[in-house]
């Protein structure tokens, strides 16, 4: 399936939820990624991940489509994708 | 139209975005916003969006699917929607 994911993750948590879902997902925005992944990498993802948010604060939103088709996605001013070749 | 729309903004430019961004749509995290929109309405909001954003450095993605239903969402962790009622 195909998935965005969007974080609002406390400061303290924030890198290691980064280093997480780049195992997983494309970066491509400061808190958002997307990618193609099974259904199982997904539980995966999400076991972990909440495994490092505190839930009280810490926000994950995962939209997810069976075909990447059905989505468009269009990215105006500065694409940071560049970022990730270099962290 | 159903549509996500995430952004990266400077800070002195956020307030302005956020603003814009609640008119047309729903906010559901920090820099998250969701809803059903007409092509023509969106169009508007993009053209708003450009005249806040410094396309050097702000960024903005815009995924969007002709149906909702083809979108499934979910959230981990804290719901942030109900700040909305407050701002």
Do not use: H, P
Not at 8 to 16: L, N, S
Not at 42 to 55: G, T, V, Y
Not at 65 to 70: A, I, L, M, P, S
Request: proline letters at 0%.
């Amino acid at each position: 399936m195909y998935v965005i994911l969007v974080y609002d993750i406390g400061e303290k948590r924030v890198g290691k939820m980064l280093k997480l879902c780049r195992k997983y997902l494309n970066w491509i925005q400061n808190s958002v990624f997307e990618g193609e992944i099974t259904e199982v990498k997904l539980k995966e993802l999400e076991f972990k991940a909440r495994e490092i948010m505190d839930q009280e604060v810490d926000s994950l939103i995962i939209f997810n489509t069976r075909n990447e088709k059905w989505l468009d996605k269009r990215i105006i001013g500065k694409e940071k994708n560049e970022l990730d070749t270099f962290l």
